[in-house]
């Protein structure tokens, strides 16, 4: 298997984005139609305090995925309340069909003051198709545990045989790699099942990926296919410090299989997404999200500058 | 009927010395019989820090079985750590509650950490003492209790009871935070989970104790105690806002239940008010209730939530 790549696809600068938002359309997430495709990604707004807001817009386009029918015009989901988990920004949202119904698993952002963030996963559901959708409740459905400190977020849903199945990812902990730098965090990818999407039973701080940069590697929106009998999985990864702008420390995609859905192998190389010299996705790739639409098997994902200028696409050959 | 004979004030931090992490408060007692002390579980902090803020730590004092108010022995170190670099128990370890479990003594306590838009966020983690409930070890670096979609923050307040052959915990969870004056507020209501093995918590999902002086009445220290064929929960309450004084302060409030589930609140039964003057003239807060050599005492604190110390009172009467 190899990608083969059709280079970026959707610029937010070239739109009107709602909640005033302008730059940054990351973490793209495909909910498929008869005659389009709806992707929803996570754009930026400028708080009061010069501190970004993420909120969550989509893009419907044809089922060539490159001509734009519209961009959401308004809000598909408010930011939570005073206090909330989800206060300060939802990135991302993976939107799942059940029955009538669009359920998206949010990641919430609220602001911390010793470190930056803490994240959440919070459940809304759309009854309009997914053009808006309303929380199950203030607070979140997935959140830290007895041996998951922190930073649980980056929820992917798949139902299999009628098992809601949830890849997520958990905060192993924060760590000051210099004395006069802000804390950075490290996290690995978990998994949890429900009878209801509700209800979750975690698989309690298993990381269930192995590393490949060591511990301090974090790992990132865990994005699942089924090709035939085999599971694929697809993530991004990284090193824990001084991962924005330096060479070859930033996110790349990583990839791994199982046919059991509990032991995974981890294989970056087949199918490998390689970054193309000089252009978009150059320094990095991130945000990795699968979906099939019309027998094909896409690969939807961020490049530099952790999806501020856009995410792309490519096509998985067998 | 039934009322609570003060006996006045049992324990002042103040007076302890030689610890810089207890400067004032003694918050939340609860207590552990011991075969010659009973010990006092309670939560305190050291000076505020340069902006004003204060961490929260827990520990004890031994007071002498026959005799509450001679202080035995102070704890020399909180029993808890803070946690670390992120983590929900970063900025205070308050309130705690302990229970005996076989050999070990399981303690449940809130962790606190420090928020951008609100002061603060709360939630429950759990430690196991294996020395007799001098000191103890957490379970995990995470809370045992967090926020679900109904309970969305400020999980704090638990008291932790082990009736037939069930655990029981007894929290608050937060409902809204209030701007007041340009300040957020915490509205907190009484919840419960229970548990076959005290750690794995199911949640009733449930509003114990209707809200009474307001819609944002805030409840804490659900107080939970069996005597008489029933379940007697002593809590405290307050107003939303301007609750730091007299006005709109800290009282406590009664309600009971057959099942722990169902609860029917009776404030006027509570049975104890604030003094006409002294050390708990303005409010009294966080009950709890606990049997002594045939004697059912309430330890209470007063004015500023235990600032200067706990109180015992004694049951004049009969619960039922």
């Known amino acids: 298997m190899k990608w083969l790549k059709h280079g970026k696809i959707f610029d937010p600068t070239e739109h ?18 008869d005659d389009f495709v709806r992707i929803y990604f996570s754009t930026r707004a400028v708080d009061t305090n010069g501190k970004f807001l993420s909120h969550i817009a989509f893009v419907d386009m044809r089922k060539n995925l490159r001509e734009v029918i519209r961009v959401s015009d308004q809000t598909v989901i408010p930011l939570g309340g ?69 930073l649980v977020g980056d929820g992917f849903v798949m139902v299999i045989d009628g098992v809601f199945h949830m890849w997520y990812i958990f905060g192993t902990g924060w760590k000051k790699y210099a004395p006069d730098v802000a804390p950075d965090r490290t996290y690995k990818i978990g998994h949890a099942t429900s009878p209801d999407g509700v209800n979750w039973t975690k698989e309690e701080s298993r990381q269930i990926i192995s ?3 060591g511990p301090d590697e974090s790992q990132a929106l865990p994005t699942v296919v089924k090709i035939g009998s085999r599971y694929h999985m697809f993530f991004c990864y990284r090193e824990s410090f001084d991962f924005r702008k330096a060479k070859g420390r930033g996110y790349r995609v990583g990839h791994a299989w199982s046919d059991d859905l509990s032991n995974w192998t981890r294989d970056d190389d087949a199918p490998q997404l390689d970054g193309t010299p000089g252009a978009w996705d150059s320094d990095m790739q991130c945000y990795p999200h699968v979906f099939e639409c019309d027998g094909k098997v896409y690969l939807l994902y961020n490049g530099n500058e952790f ?12 | 009927m039934f009322y609570w004979k003060k006996l006045g004030k049992a324990f002042t931090p103040q007076e302890i010395q030689g610890r810089p992490w207890l400067k004032e408060f003694a918050q939340a007692p609860a207590t552990l019989v011991m075969d010659d002390v009973v010990r006092f579980y309670f939560s305190c902090r050291p000076p505020a820090d340069a902006n004003g803020q204060y961490v929260s730590y827990s520990a004890y004092v031994d007071l002498e079985r026959q005799d509450l108010f001679k202080v035995r022995h102070v704890a020399e170190q909180p029993i808890l750590t803070l946690g670390g670099l992120g983590e929900f128990d970063e900025f205070g370890t308050y309130p705690v509650s302990v229970v005996r479990d076989g050999d070990v003594v399981r303690a449940y306590y809130a962790g606190w950490t420090r928020c951008e838009s609100v002061p603060f966020n709360v939630a429950i983690g759990t430690a196991v003492s294996r020395d007799g409930g001098k000191t103890f070890t957490k379970m995990g670096n995470g809370p045992i209790l967090s926020y679900s979609p109904d309970e969305p923050f400020v999980l704090s307040g638990p008291k932790i009871r082990r009736f037939n052959g069930q655990w029981q915990l007894f929290y608050i969870a937060g409902r809204k935070w209030k701007t007041v004056d340009g300040r957020a507020e915490p509205v907190y209501k009484i919840r419960m989970a229970m548990s ?3 750690l794995h918590w199911t949640k009733l999902n449930k509003d114990l104790v209707e809200s009474r002086v307001e819609e944002d009445e805030a409840q804490a220290s659900p107080d939970v105690f069996y005597a008489n064929g029933n379940y007697h929960m002593f809590f405290c309450y307050r107003y939303s806002s301007h609750y730091r004084g007299k006005q709109n302060g800290y ?3 009664y309600a009971s239940s057959s099942n722990l589930v169902d609860w ?13 003057q002294g050390w708990d003239a303005e409010m009294i807060s966080y009950p709890h209730v606990f049997e002594l050599d045939g004697k059912t005492y309430m330890a209470y604190l007063g004015d500023q939530v235990g600032r200067h110390g706990f109180g015992l009172a004694v049951l004049e009467g009969r619960l039922e």
């Open chain 1, 16 to 33: 009107t984005l709602p909640n005033r938002c302008v730059q940054f359309a990351q973490s793209p997430q495909a909910l498929v139609f």
């Open chain 2, 264 to 276: 029917v609140r009776d404030d006027s039964k509570a049975g104890i008010e604030v003094s006409e």
């Open chain 1, 82 to 150: 005073l206090g909330c988990f989800d206060e300060h920004g939802i990135f991302p949202m993976n939107v799942v069909r059940h029955g009538d119904l669009v359920y998206g698993y949010t990641c919430g952002w609220n602001r911390r003051v010793s470190v930056s963030v803490d994240t959440a996963v919070g459940l809304a559901i759309s009854r309009d198709n997914g053009l808006t959708f309303e929380r199950i409740g203030p607070g979140p459905v997935l959140a830290a545990s007895l041996d998951e400190p922190c």
């Open chain 2, 251 to 253: 009282r406590i409030g």
């Open chain 1, 307 to 318: 999806g501020r200028h856009g995410f792309g696409l490519a096509e998985l050959q067998p």
């Open chain 2, 196 to 198: 076959h093995d005290g």
């Open chain 1, 211 to 213: 590393d490949q940069l």
